[in-house]
């Protein structure tokens, strides 16, 4: 399992406990994603209802204290951004839009100034599509 590993790379998990990084991180997701946490205590109550009773609030405090958590937690964020991040940033093999390399998305006039572009569309190999006025899209054949 993908977040075992993580958890023994970076020192969190060294020896089958009842918080692992396997029923720690799916619940601390859920709980941060409800909106509706305010302190650890619900962090706890969290974990507590996905995994059963038996966890003291010390153990998951210690565990939260643990100084590979943070390290862990970052791993699997850049883990799971990752995956986000690359799936984004391509087509499908077989959807229309694969025979293009690169989408830049502009708005409101940012950086790189519109001259730049009209330069880079004048120099042929890119197609550009002009949309609303404050949104401009230049695909890169």
């Given at each position: ?23 720690l ?10 909106g ?10 969290r ?10 609030e ?32 391509r ?19 940012g950086y ?11 120099s ?6 002009g ?7 230049l695909?890169?054949?």
């Amino acid at each position: 399992d993908g977040l075992k590993l993580i958890g023994i790379e970076t020192g969190f998990l060294l020896r089958e406990r009842t918080i692992t990084p396997v029923n720690l991180v799916p619940s601390l997701i859920a709980a941060m994603g409800s909106g509706r946490v305010e302190s650890i205590a619900d962090l706890r109550r969290r974990f507590v209802e996905d995994t059963g009773p038996g966890v003291a609030e010390k153990s998951y405090c210690d565990r939260l204290d643990d100084a590979a958590f943070a390290p862990m937690m970052r791993r699997v964020f850049d883990h799971l951004s990752g995956s986000l991040v690359a799936t984004a940033l391509r087509f499908l093999p077989g959807s229309p839009f694969a025979r293009f390399k690169r989408v830049l998305l502009l708005a409101d006039r940012g950086y790189p100034s519109w001259e730049y572009l009209a330069k880079l569309r004048d120099s042929g190999g890119s197609t550009w599509l002009g949309w609303p006025a404050d949104l401009r899209w230049l695909w890169e054949d």
